[in-house]
């Protein structure tokens, strides 16, 4: 089973910066799971905000948070990060890394729940001024 660890949750004030990390088992080769972050406002669905593609070929961003999140992996570490930078007071919840082995379309990249199988704790981030 892919058991995924999250970590760098917290407080921020809007503006600042946190980076998210998922961490994978190490006895699994990252490259061949496409990995996403998930956001769940309080109160609200869970939407997907980012995604990297197996090999990381290629990432996908909610627009929500276009040109002020990104992904990236590390396949030494094991790990995918999330950097959240210029913070906004709706970016507030818990966030969720997810991923999968299931192939997608040409982007091999998705943001919807039912599109991955295994997924971390959660994380909470809060921004406030």
């Known amino acids: 089973q892919f058991q995924v660890g999250e970590s760098g949750g917290g407080l921020a004030q809007p503006g600042e910066s946190l980076k998210l990390t998922c961490t994978a088992p190490?006895?699994?080769?990252?490259?061949?799971?496409?990995v996403a972050w998930f956001h769940q406002a309080p109160g609200k669905e869970r939407e997907g905000i980012s995604c990297?593609?197996?090999?990381?070929?290629?990432?996908l961003y909610a627009d929500s948070v276009k040109n002020r999140f990104f992904t990236e992996r590390d396949t030494t570490k094991k790990t995918v990060t999330l950097y959240m930078n210029n913070l906004k007071l709706e970016d507030t919840g818990t966030y969720y890394c997810?991923?999968?082995?299931?192939?997608?379309?040409?982007?091999?990249?998705?943001?919807?729940?039912?599109?991955?199988?295994?997924w971390g704790q959660g994380t909470q981030v809060t921004v406030s001024a």
């Open positions: 990297i593609s197996r090999a990381s070929f290629t990432t």
């Open positions: 997810a991923a999968t082995r299931k192939p997608f379309g040409s982007s091999e990249c998705a943001l919807g729940v039912t599109e991955f199988d295994f």
């Open positions: 190490s006895e699994f080769i990252l490259n061949y799971y496409a």
